[in-house]
């Protein structure tokens, strides 16, 4: 009796022991750090740290190991004690240089996106176009002097300006619904580079939290909270090019509140004969505090303006026959101005131990008018085919996820559910036919538009050890109203859609080093609220179906790999004809490809990255030899080698390839590929750093952006179809110097 007793009493005693701990995880800066990892040696519970730092233990007792460890930063153990589990425990870590052999891809977070927060430290950006470019397998293309939304291109995509590709910052969408110029219209430029803290991405339709446009992926952009030092930068170099940057704290910073403000400028001519005159003003600014229990709070506001004149699109055979050079214009009467506004809130808070709520609210205004001529004089031989776009636009809204954990038996659930409403009031929404910017000759198109999507999702994640289970299901509501201006009798168009986009991914974690995962879902990308109120709804939200399987690999210490093949099925394509304002429907297309990316380092301070993709990618409604999709690249790449830290020195030199692609349905036209290499580097003592940055350093003669286009020139009887291109910086140097205070 004594012994059943006595092993009774044993047993209460090791169950009541294991007990709960709750702590937060910071930097030396005393800053919140997020998705570091918290493992117990003994009892092998482990956990991740919150936005705000935070976690959550199970199953500790007094003498256990933690070992506490985030890429970047150096690894602690720490042994529990009785004064551990009475209060929030604080914990410490010391940064270090980034060192690969310390990443494990099971105790990472999201291992994908962790590369890309690698990337960022040892090659950080300084310019809005190279911010896309830290993004696996996509690549970019300006056109229309500097000021104009890059074109992108992933996974066989010709994007245009983010009609397949979901962007967004600190929750804020990006994206415009039903804009002026292309459905999906995404100008990053708001985003001065160095405020960039994090860039978190995901290829395909696979992610319940990501709706419109997400068919190929999403990317979105997180900003620091804290700045380490006030900082001030001028660059300045070849065709009258500057960048002033100023980036400075107006807060002390603390454990309870930070604050910053960033300005840039930008101005540069460009390569071209008739001069960019682009010039381009941000101001961005951040406000973040934490209560006693840790909730944050965090304001940003921020507000962009630019404006630049622009060569546009030239025809090859003006080039070939010598009329105008590479850099040469048939109407350099092209150009815009644009700016946004934005004002942002973020709350983050802890329900309870196992719930964490997020919520941000929104509201921009934005103004964009763009002057183009794509066809010259094909449709007026007097005048010529000048077209002004233009808008102004307010959004406003909202998102709110709860995250909740729990344990079914063994099984542990994470539970992710959230609602969006988005709401876009674009009033004069305008198209016209122009002369030299100043005279129209005739409105296409004039009227205010509403677009509202609503829209609420679950994700359950069943954890069963090495294998996890991820089922998910989106429910989408639009509403599209549209009002003509241009009609004698007052009348608003009004349609409605509804959508369900069901998701199902699994993980299985084969080893330490070894993550498999096999991804499929259901996404989708809107129309133009002009094009489905004038169809009665028709083609309102075509569906995408795509399927990925992939690993993340560690075969070395300081060697990872991630691979995925994948297939995509889309419904229906669009192609904007920005001259007609128009969508044009291009029928059911079909890709499949291969992804690889490489990271290598080669020492302390010396690394290796490639990114490569291919694609094919064809329309399947149409017979074999006119179904290629037309500038959907089969192959793309890009990657390089970077220096970080060594002896003050930092750099690297950077490649990108994109190959010739079919510029039309039967690939009788040819847009040809580039292969173009950049270098910088950089030089810190005491708290100046000296940089040079070469862009294009063979001078390689590449087309930055191509179209085959019909036009016809003022001398020209009958029109011709060709490629039309904007050619890509030749040779470009420039210096700049910063520093730290």
């Known amino acids: 009796m004594k012994f059943i007793l006595l092993i009774f009493s044993f047993v209460f005693v090791t169950v009541s022991s294991a007990q709960q701990l709750k702590g937060i995880v910071t930097n030396g800066e005393n800053q ?139 929750g804020m969408p990006i994206n415009m619904v039903s804009h002026a110029h292309g459905q999906g219209y995404s100008d990053l430029h708001f985003i001065i580079p160095e405020t960039v803290n994090k860039i978190d991405f995901g290829k395909g339709s ?207 659930l994470t539970t992710t559910s959230g609602i969006s409403l988005r709401h876009d009031i674009v009033n004069n929404i305008e198209l016209s036919h122009t002369l030299n910017r100043n005279t129209t000759l005739e409105q296409t198109q004039l009227g205010n538009l509403n677009q509202t999507n609503l829209s609420a999702f679950t994700n359950l994640q069943f954890d069963f050890g090495k294998f996890r289970i991820a089922p998910a299901l989106r429910l989408d509501y639009f509403k599209f109203l549209y009002h003509d201006k241009l009609q004698t009798n007052y009348t608003v168009q009004v349609e409605t859609k509804t959508m369900l986009s069901p998701k199902l991914n699994f993980y299985y974690d084969a080893a330490s080093n070894l993550q498999v995962y096999l991804k499929s879902g259901i996404g989708f990308h809107s129309n133009d609220t002009r094009v489905v109120v004038s169809q009665k709804g028709k083609d309102v939200l075509p569906r995408s179906y795509g399927v990925d399987l992939g690993t993340i690999w560690k075969p070395a210490p300081k060697f990872i790999v991630n691979s995925a093949l994948w297939y995509l099925f889309l419904e229906q394509e669009f192609v904007y004809v920005g001259d007609a304002g128009i969508v044009e429907p291009s029928g059911k297309t079909a890709r499949y490809g291969a992804d690889l990316g490489l990271r290598y380092q080669l020492t302390d301070w010396l690394f290796f990255d490639t990114d490569a993709t291919y694609t094919h990618a064809r329309s399947t409604e149409d017979s074999s030899g006119e179904n290629y999709i037309p500038l959907a690249p089969d192959f793309t790449m890009a990657g390089g080698i970077s220096v970080n830290n060594l002896n003050g020195f930092s750099g690297g030199i950077r490649y990108r390839y994109l190959d010739d692609r079919p510029a039309n349905e039967d690939n009788s036209i040819i847009a040809n590929g580039y292969f173009v290499t950049d270098f910088n580097v950089n030089y810190t003592f005491n708290n100046i750093t000296l940089g040079l940055v070469i862009e294009n350093l063979f001078d390689t003669e590449w087309n930055e952006t191509q179209f085959a286009t019909e036009s016809r020139l003022q001398n020209e009887a009958q029109p011709v179809e060709e490629i039309h291109f904007t050619p890509g910086t030749p040779f470009f140097i420039k210096g700049t110097i910063a520093y730290k205070f």
């Open 32 to 170: 919140p750090l997020e998705a570091a990892y918290i493992y117990n040696l003994n009892s092998k519970s482990h956990a991740h740290t919150s936005e705000n730092g935070v976690f959550v233990l199970e199953n500790n007792a007094v003498g256990d190991s933690l070992k506490i460890g985030l890429l970047g930063f150096k690894n602690k153990t720490i042994v529990l004690n009785d004064v551990s589990f009475n209060s929030l425990i604080t914990i410490a870590l010391d940064e270090k240089s980034f060192q690969l052999d310390e990443l494990v891809i099971t105790e990472a977070l999201n291992p994908v996106s962790t590369i890309t927060r690698l990337d960022i430290n040892t090659n950080p950006v300084n310019s809005s176009q190279e911010i896309l470019r830290k993004v696996p397998g996509l690549i970019i293309g300006q056109h229309a002097g500097g000021g104009k939304a890059e074109q992108i291109f992933l996974r066989g995509f010709d994007i245009d300006h983010g009609t397949d590709i979901s962007l967004s910052v600190d």
């Open 206 to 412: 696979y992610y319940a939290e990501r709706g419109d446009f997400a068919t190929a992926g999403y990317v979105d952009f997180s900003t620091k909270d804290y700045l380490k030092e006030s900082s001030i930068a001028l660059s300045a170099g070849q065709f009258n090019s500057i960048r002033t940057l100023g980036m400075f704290n107006l807060l002390e910073t603390t454990k309870n509140q930070n604050a910053y403000i960033t300005t840039e400028y930008i101005a540069t001519d460009g390569p071209y004969k008739s001069p960019q005159n682009f010039n381009r003003l941000n101001l961005f600014g951040k406000y973040v505090a934490f209560s006693p229990n840790n909730d944050k709070v965090s304001l940003t506001i921020s507000h962009f303006t630019s404006r630049w004149d622009a060569s546009g699109q030239i025809p090859q055979r003006e080039v070939d026959n010598g009329n105008i050079s590479r850099f040469g214009a048939i109407d350099d009467t092209e150009g815009g101005n644009t700016e946004r506004a934005n004002f942002n809130v973020e709350f983050n808070k802890h329900i309870s131990d196992y719930s964490t709520l997020k919520t941000n609210a929104f509201y921009s205004h934005y103004g964009f008018e763009l002057y183009s001529n794509f066809t010259f004089f094909l449709e007026d031989a007097v005048n010529g085919d000048q077209i002004k776009q233009k808008e102004d636009r307010s959004i406003l809204g909202f998102n709110t996820t709860i995250i909740n954990e729990t344990n079914l038996g063994e099984i542990e």
